[in-house]
Protein backbone atom coordinates (compact mmCIF):
# COMPACT_ATOMS: atom_id res chain seq x y z
CA UNK A 1 0.00 0.00 0.00
CA UNK A 2 1.22 3.47 -0.83
CA UNK A 3 2.32 5.87 2.02
CA UNK A 4 -0.03 7.89 0.83
CA UNK A 5 -3.09 6.12 0.66
CA UNK A 6 -2.28 4.21 4.28
CA UNK A 7 -2.04 8.23 5.57
CA UNK A 8 -5.67 9.09 4.52
CA UNK A 9 -7.01 5.81 6.14
CA UNK A 10 -5.26 6.70 9.67
CA UNK A 11 -6.67 9.92 9.26
CA UNK A 12 -10.61 8.60 8.76
CA UNK A 13 -9.85 6.25 11.69
CA UNK A 14 -8.68 9.44 13.74
CA UNK A 15 -11.91 11.18 12.48
CA UNK A 16 -13.83 8.18 14.04
CA UNK A 17 -12.40 8.01 16.80
CA UNK A 18 -12.80 11.27 17.59
CA UNK A 19 -16.72 10.85 16.54
CA UNK A 20 -16.66 7.82 19.08
CA UNK A 21 -14.81 10.38 21.76
CA UNK A 22 -18.25 13.25 21.06
CA UNK A 23 -20.67 10.32 21.62
CA UNK A 24 -19.61 9.31 24.71
CA UNK A 25 -18.90 13.02 25.92
CA UNK A 26 -22.72 13.90 24.85
CA UNK A 27 -23.82 10.52 26.23
CA UNK A 28 -22.68 11.46 29.60
CA UNK A 29 -24.31 14.92 30.02
CA UNK A 30 -27.17 13.13 28.66
CA UNK A 31 -26.70 11.08 31.65
CA UNK A 32 -26.09 14.01 34.29
CA UNK A 33 -29.51 15.51 33.28
CA UNK A 34 -31.06 12.18 33.98
CA UNK A 35 -29.23 11.86 37.35
CA UNK A 36 -30.86 15.38 38.11
CA UNK A 37 -34.44 14.18 37.76
CA UNK A 38 -33.56 11.42 39.95
CA UNK A 39 -32.47 13.11 42.30
CA UNK A 40 -35.38 14.58 42.63
CA UNK A 41 -38.13 12.05 42.35
CA UNK A 42 -36.03 9.69 44.49
CA UNK A 43 -36.06 7.07 41.24
CA UNK A 44 -33.46 4.33 41.72
CA UNK A 45 -30.18 5.23 39.93
CA UNK A 46 -30.10 1.55 38.01
CA UNK A 47 -32.48 -0.27 36.25
CA UNK A 48 -30.60 -3.75 35.96
CA UNK A 49 -33.54 -4.89 33.04
CA UNK A 50 -33.02 -2.06 30.95
CA UNK A 51 -29.53 -2.78 30.78
CA UNK A 52 -29.75 -6.27 29.69
CA UNK A 53 -32.34 -4.78 27.22
CA UNK A 54 -29.35 -2.39 26.40
CA UNK A 55 -26.82 -5.26 25.95
CA UNK A 56 -29.20 -7.71 23.93
CA UNK A 57 -29.95 -4.90 21.13
CA UNK A 58 -25.90 -4.24 21.19
CA UNK A 59 -25.17 -8.00 20.44
CA UNK A 60 -27.82 -8.08 17.98
CA UNK A 61 -26.95 -4.81 16.14
CA UNK A 62 -22.71 -5.68 16.74
CA UNK A 63 -23.57 -8.92 14.39
CA UNK A 64 -25.31 -7.04 11.86
CA UNK A 65 -22.45 -4.83 11.49
CA UNK A 66 -20.08 -7.52 11.40
CA UNK A 67 -18.79 -6.65 14.51
CA UNK A 68 -17.80 -8.78 17.69
CA UNK A 69 -21.13 -9.08 19.90
CA UNK A 70 -18.67 -10.01 22.93
CA UNK A 71 -16.27 -7.53 22.55
CA UNK A 72 -19.34 -4.69 21.89
CA UNK A 73 -20.70 -6.36 25.21
CA UNK A 74 -17.62 -5.82 27.03
CA UNK A 75 -17.31 -2.24 26.15
CA UNK A 76 -20.82 -1.46 26.71
CA UNK A 77 -20.49 -2.78 29.87
CA UNK A 78 -17.69 -0.52 30.83
CA UNK A 79 -20.08 2.33 29.97
CA UNK A 80 -23.15 1.37 32.06
CA UNK A 81 -20.36 0.86 34.96
CA UNK A 82 -19.35 4.16 34.45
CA UNK A 83 -22.16 6.02 34.46
CA UNK A 84 -23.31 4.04 37.48
CA UNK A 85 -19.76 5.39 38.95
CA UNK A 86 -20.41 8.87 38.27
CA UNK A 87 -24.67 8.46 39.52
CA UNK A 88 -23.40 6.72 42.75
CA UNK A 89 -20.87 9.53 43.58
CA UNK A 90 -23.25 11.85 42.84
CA UNK A 91 -26.14 10.48 44.97
CA UNK A 92 -23.34 10.01 48.10
CA UNK A 93 -22.48 13.61 47.47
CA UNK A 94 -26.13 14.75 47.39
CA UNK A 95 -26.95 13.00 50.39
CA UNK A 96 -24.01 14.28 52.64
CA UNK A 97 -24.59 17.98 51.32
CA UNK A 98 -21.35 17.87 49.00
CA UNK A 99 -23.41 18.02 45.77
CA UNK A 100 -22.28 22.31 45.61
CA UNK A 101 -18.53 21.66 46.50
CA UNK A 102 -16.32 22.41 43.55
CA UNK A 103 -12.79 21.93 45.05
CA UNK A 104 -11.37 19.56 47.29
CA UNK A 105 -7.89 18.44 49.21
CA UNK A 106 -6.28 15.55 49.03
CA UNK A 107 -3.67 13.75 50.73
CA UNK A 108 -1.32 11.05 49.84
CA UNK A 109 1.91 8.98 50.07
CA UNK A 110 4.66 9.70 47.26
CA UNK A 111 4.73 12.73 44.78
CA UNK A 112 3.00 13.74 41.34
CA UNK A 113 3.31 10.48 39.50
CA UNK A 114 2.44 8.05 42.15
CA UNK A 115 0.02 5.49 41.95
CA UNK A 116 -1.65 7.08 44.73
CA UNK A 117 -1.90 10.08 43.27
CA UNK A 118 -3.42 8.52 39.89
CA UNK A 119 -5.88 6.94 42.56
CA UNK A 120 -6.72 10.33 43.81
CA UNK A 121 -7.61 11.60 40.43
CA UNK A 122 -9.29 8.94 39.31
CA UNK A 123 -11.95 9.15 42.60
CA UNK A 124 -12.32 12.84 42.30
CA UNK A 125 -11.84 14.60 39.42
CA UNK A 126 -15.11 13.90 37.69
CA UNK A 127 -16.88 15.08 40.93
CA UNK A 128 -15.18 18.42 41.25
CA UNK A 129 -13.90 21.27 39.48
CA UNK A 130 -10.13 21.67 41.57
CA UNK A 131 -8.52 18.77 42.87
CA UNK A 132 -5.84 19.58 44.76
CA UNK A 133 -3.26 16.64 45.71
CA UNK A 134 -0.97 16.97 48.51
CA UNK A 135 2.18 14.30 48.73
CA UNK A 136 3.51 13.50 52.00
CA UNK A 137 6.84 11.12 52.45
CA UNK A 138 5.25 8.77 54.60
CA UNK A 139 1.13 7.09 55.25
CA UNK A 140 0.79 8.15 58.99
CA UNK A 141 1.77 12.20 57.65
CA UNK A 142 -1.30 12.13 55.10
CA UNK A 143 -3.20 10.47 57.85
CA UNK A 144 -2.49 13.36 60.61
CA UNK A 145 -2.78 16.51 57.68
CA UNK A 146 -6.80 15.02 57.74
CA UNK A 147 -7.60 14.79 61.47
CA UNK A 148 -5.75 18.55 61.76
CA UNK A 149 -7.85 19.56 58.85
CA UNK A 150 -5.19 20.63 56.71
CA UNK A 151 -6.93 18.40 53.80
CA UNK A 152 -10.39 17.26 53.46
CA UNK A 153 -9.32 13.47 53.02
CA UNK A 154 -6.55 11.04 52.39
CA UNK A 155 -6.32 7.93 50.01
CA UNK A 156 -4.68 5.46 51.19
CA UNK A 157 -3.78 1.77 49.59
CA UNK A 158 -5.04 -0.87 51.71
CA UNK A 159 -4.43 -4.02 49.88
CA UNK A 160 -3.05 -5.80 46.33
CA UNK A 161 -3.66 -8.82 44.59
CA UNK A 162 -0.30 -9.45 44.13
CA UNK A 163 1.85 -8.61 47.01
CA UNK A 164 -1.54 -8.67 49.84
CA UNK A 165 -2.35 -6.82 52.49
CA UNK A 166 -0.52 -2.50 53.55
CA UNK A 167 -0.07 -2.88 57.25
CA UNK A 168 0.28 0.56 57.67
CA UNK A 169 -3.19 1.57 56.81
CA UNK A 170 -4.81 -1.26 59.04
CA UNK A 171 -2.72 -0.03 62.03
CA UNK A 172 -3.72 3.83 61.36
CA UNK A 173 -7.35 2.80 61.00
CA UNK A 174 -7.00 1.28 64.28
CA UNK A 175 -4.93 4.33 65.70
CA UNK A 176 -6.96 7.85 64.04
CA UNK A 177 -9.88 9.05 64.65
CA UNK A 178 -10.91 8.98 60.73
CA UNK A 179 -13.48 7.46 58.70
CA UNK A 180 -13.21 5.08 55.52
CA UNK A 181 -15.71 7.06 53.21
CA UNK A 182 -14.88 5.81 49.79
CA UNK A 183 -12.80 3.00 47.81
CA UNK A 184 -11.20 3.60 44.35
CA UNK A 185 -9.59 0.22 42.85
CA UNK A 186 -6.41 0.74 40.26
CA UNK A 187 -4.98 -1.34 38.00
CA UNK A 188 -0.70 -1.19 38.75
CA UNK A 189 0.88 -1.28 35.49
CA UNK A 190 4.57 -1.13 36.13
CA UNK A 191 7.33 -0.25 33.70
CA UNK A 192 11.51 -0.27 33.92
CA UNK A 193 12.07 3.74 33.03
CA UNK A 194 15.08 5.30 32.12
CA UNK A 195 16.85 8.80 31.23
CA UNK A 196 16.92 7.40 27.74
CA UNK A 197 16.49 4.06 26.03
CA UNK A 198 19.46 1.58 26.70
CA UNK A 199 19.81 -2.05 26.61
CA UNK A 200 18.69 -3.86 29.96
CA UNK A 201 21.67 -5.61 30.16
CA UNK A 202 23.38 -1.43 30.58
CA UNK A 203 21.56 -1.42 33.89
CA UNK A 204 22.93 -1.92 37.21
CA UNK A 205 21.02 -0.02 39.52
CA UNK A 206 16.62 -0.47 39.82
CA UNK A 207 14.96 2.36 42.28
CA UNK A 208 11.79 1.73 43.70
CA UNK A 209 8.73 1.64 46.34
CA UNK A 210 8.87 -1.80 48.07
CA UNK A 211 5.45 -3.10 47.20
CA UNK A 212 6.36 -2.43 43.91
CA UNK A 213 9.88 -4.28 43.75
CA UNK A 214 7.74 -6.94 45.39
CA UNK A 215 5.30 -7.08 42.95
CA UNK A 216 7.88 -7.89 39.98
CA UNK A 217 10.42 -10.07 41.91
CA UNK A 218 10.02 -12.65 39.04
CA UNK A 219 11.31 -9.95 36.74
CA UNK A 220 13.95 -8.45 38.50
CA UNK A 221 15.31 -11.79 39.61
CA UNK A 222 15.92 -12.30 35.94
CA UNK A 223 18.72 -9.33 36.22
CA UNK A 224 21.11 -11.06 38.27
CA UNK A 225 23.49 -8.15 37.48
CA UNK A 226 21.17 -5.28 39.07
CA UNK A 227 21.21 -3.65 42.46
CA UNK A 228 17.74 -3.00 43.39
CA UNK A 229 17.20 -0.34 46.18
CA UNK A 230 14.30 0.49 48.32
CA UNK A 231 12.90 4.35 47.55
CA UNK A 232 10.26 6.29 49.21
CA UNK A 233 7.85 6.08 46.45
CA UNK A 234 7.73 4.95 42.19
CA UNK A 235 7.45 8.50 41.39
CA UNK A 236 9.88 9.70 43.52
CA UNK A 237 12.44 7.01 42.02
CA UNK A 238 11.39 8.14 38.95
CA UNK A 239 12.32 11.51 39.82
CA UNK A 240 15.73 10.87 40.90
CA UNK A 241 16.67 9.07 38.03
CA UNK A 242 15.77 11.74 36.00
CA UNK A 243 17.89 14.19 38.31
CA UNK A 244 21.04 12.05 38.29
CA UNK A 245 20.62 11.13 34.26
CA UNK A 246 22.83 7.99 35.24
CA UNK A 247 22.19 5.57 32.30
CA UNK A 248 23.01 2.87 34.30
CA UNK A 249 20.51 3.24 36.62
CA UNK A 250 16.37 2.89 36.29
CA UNK A 251 13.09 3.43 37.90
CA UNK A 252 10.33 1.12 38.44
CA UNK A 253 7.16 3.15 38.66
CA UNK A 254 3.82 4.07 36.32
CA UNK A 255 3.96 5.38 32.57
CA UNK A 256 2.12 8.39 33.91
CA UNK A 257 5.33 8.95 36.02
CA UNK A 258 7.62 8.14 33.06
CA UNK A 259 5.56 10.83 30.81
CA UNK A 260 5.26 13.74 33.50
CA UNK A 261 9.43 13.03 34.26
CA UNK A 262 10.66 13.08 30.98
CA UNK A 263 12.10 9.13 30.83
CA UNK A 264 12.04 6.67 28.27
CA UNK A 265 10.30 3.24 29.41
CA UNK A 266 12.14 0.00 28.50
CA UNK A 267 9.58 -2.55 29.31
CA UNK A 268 5.98 -2.70 30.40
CA UNK A 269 3.88 -4.85 32.51
CA UNK A 270 6.24 -5.94 35.06
CA UNK A 271 4.38 -7.55 37.70
CA UNK A 272 4.35 -11.27 38.77
CA UNK A 273 0.83 -11.22 38.61
CA UNK A 274 -0.90 -9.64 34.87
CA UNK A 275 -3.99 -8.82 36.72
CA UNK A 276 -2.26 -6.70 39.27
CA UNK A 277 -4.87 -4.32 41.48
CA UNK A 278 -4.36 -2.50 44.61
CA UNK A 279 -7.61 -0.90 45.98
CA UNK A 280 -7.37 2.15 47.92
CA UNK A 281 -9.13 3.49 50.82
CA UNK A 282 -10.51 7.05 51.23
CA UNK A 283 -10.15 8.35 54.97
CA UNK A 284 -12.08 11.51 56.17
CA UNK A 285 -12.44 13.05 59.31
CA UNK A 286 -16.66 12.24 59.73
CA UNK A 287 -18.35 9.21 58.22
CA UNK A 288 -21.08 9.43 55.18
CA UNK A 289 -24.28 8.58 54.64
CA UNK A 290 -25.39 5.89 52.31
CA UNK A 291 -28.74 5.24 50.23
CA UNK A 292 -30.00 2.18 50.85
CA UNK A 293 -30.29 1.20 46.83
CA UNK A 294 -26.20 1.80 46.63
CA UNK A 295 -24.41 -0.96 46.90
CA UNK A 296 -22.39 -0.59 50.09
CA UNK A 297 -19.86 -2.73 52.26
CA UNK A 298 -18.83 -1.68 55.73
CA UNK A 299 -15.85 -1.83 57.42
CA UNK A 300 -15.19 -2.50 61.11
CA UNK A 301 -12.58 -3.62 63.47
CA UNK A 302 -13.12 -5.35 67.20
CA UNK A 303 -10.92 -7.45 69.32
CA UNK A 304 -12.28 -10.69 71.09
CA UNK A 305 -12.25 -11.37 75.37
CA UNK A 306 -9.27 -13.64 76.29
CA UNK A 307 -11.58 -16.94 76.35
CA UNK A 308 -11.51 -19.80 73.82
CA UNK A 309 -13.54 -20.27 70.82
CA UNK A 310 -13.81 -15.79 71.46
CA UNK A 311 -12.92 -15.11 67.41
CA UNK A 312 -15.38 -17.99 66.43
CA UNK A 313 -18.28 -16.58 68.35
CA UNK A 314 -18.23 -13.02 66.90
CA UNK A 315 -17.82 -14.42 63.60
CA UNK A 316 -21.02 -16.91 64.08
CA UNK A 317 -22.83 -13.64 64.95
CA UNK A 318 -22.35 -12.35 61.22
CA UNK A 319 -23.31 -15.47 59.88
CA UNK A 320 -26.28 -16.42 61.56
CA UNK A 321 -27.50 -12.99 60.86
CA UNK A 322 -26.93 -13.62 56.84
CA UNK A 323 -24.39 -10.80 56.87
CA UNK A 324 -21.56 -12.24 53.80
CA UNK A 325 -18.02 -11.12 55.26
CA UNK A 326 -16.12 -10.39 51.98
CA UNK A 327 -12.51 -9.89 54.41
CA UNK A 328 -10.68 -10.59 57.15
CA UNK A 329 -7.26 -9.49 58.46
CA UNK A 330 -5.67 -9.75 61.79
CA UNK A 331 -2.54 -7.71 63.22
CA UNK A 332 -1.42 -6.96 66.58
CA UNK A 333 -3.58 -4.59 68.94
CA UNK A 334 -0.88 -1.97 69.85
CA UNK A 335 -0.52 -1.72 74.13
CA UNK A 336 -1.75 -4.95 74.26
CA UNK A 337 0.88 -7.88 74.37
CA UNK A 338 -0.34 -11.10 72.35
CA UNK A 339 -3.54 -9.32 71.54
CA UNK A 340 -4.85 -9.18 67.82
CA UNK A 341 -7.33 -7.03 66.03
CA UNK A 342 -9.19 -8.22 63.47
CA UNK A 343 -10.45 -6.78 60.17
CA UNK A 344 -13.46 -7.23 58.59
CA UNK A 345 -15.17 -5.82 55.40
CA UNK A 346 -18.63 -7.41 55.09
CA UNK A 347 -21.59 -6.46 52.67
CA UNK A 348 -24.26 -4.06 53.05
CA UNK A 349 -25.00 -0.58 54.69
CA UNK A 350 -25.10 -0.33 58.62
CA UNK A 351 -27.75 1.83 58.86
CA UNK A 352 -30.03 -1.99 57.09
CA UNK A 353 -31.84 -3.16 60.10
CA UNK A 354 -30.23 -6.48 59.93
CA UNK A 355 -26.74 -5.43 59.19
CA UNK A 356 -27.36 -2.93 62.57
CA UNK A 357 -28.51 -5.44 64.51
CA UNK A 358 -25.64 -7.49 63.93
CA UNK A 359 -23.44 -5.13 64.52
CA UNK A 360 -25.03 -4.30 68.16
CA UNK A 361 -24.79 -7.83 68.92
CA UNK A 362 -20.98 -7.93 67.77
CA UNK A 363 -20.80 -4.96 70.25
CA UNK A 364 -21.63 -6.87 73.22
CA UNK A 365 -19.84 -9.88 72.18
CA UNK A 366 -16.39 -8.39 71.48
CA UNK A 367 -14.02 -6.80 73.66
CA UNK A 368 -13.56 -3.52 71.31
CA UNK A 369 -15.34 -2.87 68.74
CA UNK A 370 -14.98 0.43 66.19
CA UNK A 371 -17.21 0.67 63.35
CA UNK A 372 -15.21 2.05 60.40
CA UNK A 373 -17.61 3.31 57.99
CA UNK A 374 -20.05 2.03 55.50
CA UNK A 375 -19.12 3.31 52.04
CA UNK A 376 -20.30 2.18 48.01
CA UNK A 377 -18.77 -0.55 46.84
CA UNK A 378 -16.03 -0.05 43.75
CA UNK A 379 -17.46 -1.78 40.59
CA UNK A 380 -15.78 -2.45 37.30
CA UNK A 381 -14.51 0.20 35.22
CA UNK A 382 -10.37 -0.61 36.53
Not at 69 to 85: A, G, K, T
Not at 145 to 165: F, H, K, M, R
Not at 204 to 212: E, F, K, N, T
Not at 350 to 364: C, H, N, P, Q, S
Request: with cysteine; proline share 3%.
Amino acid sequence: MAKDALEEIRKTIDKLDATIVKALGERQRIVQRVLNEKLESSDEIRDEEREERLLEKIRKTGTEEGMDPYFLEQLFREIIQHSVRYQTHALVDHQNDQAAVQSIKVAYQGTDGAFSHQAAMKQFEHRYGNVECIGFTRFDQAAEAVEQGDVDVAILPIENTTAGSINDTYDLLAEKELYIIGEEVLRIIHCLMAPERVQLSNIRRILSHPQAIAQCSRFLAGLSRCHVESYFDTAMAARKVREDGDLSQAAIGSAYAAELYGLEILKRDLANQPENFTRFVVVGREPVSCDPQLNCKTSLIFATVDQKGALLKCLNILADSGVNMTKLESRPRMGHPWQSLFYLDVEGNREDVRLADALRKLGGQAQFLKILGSYPVREGNW
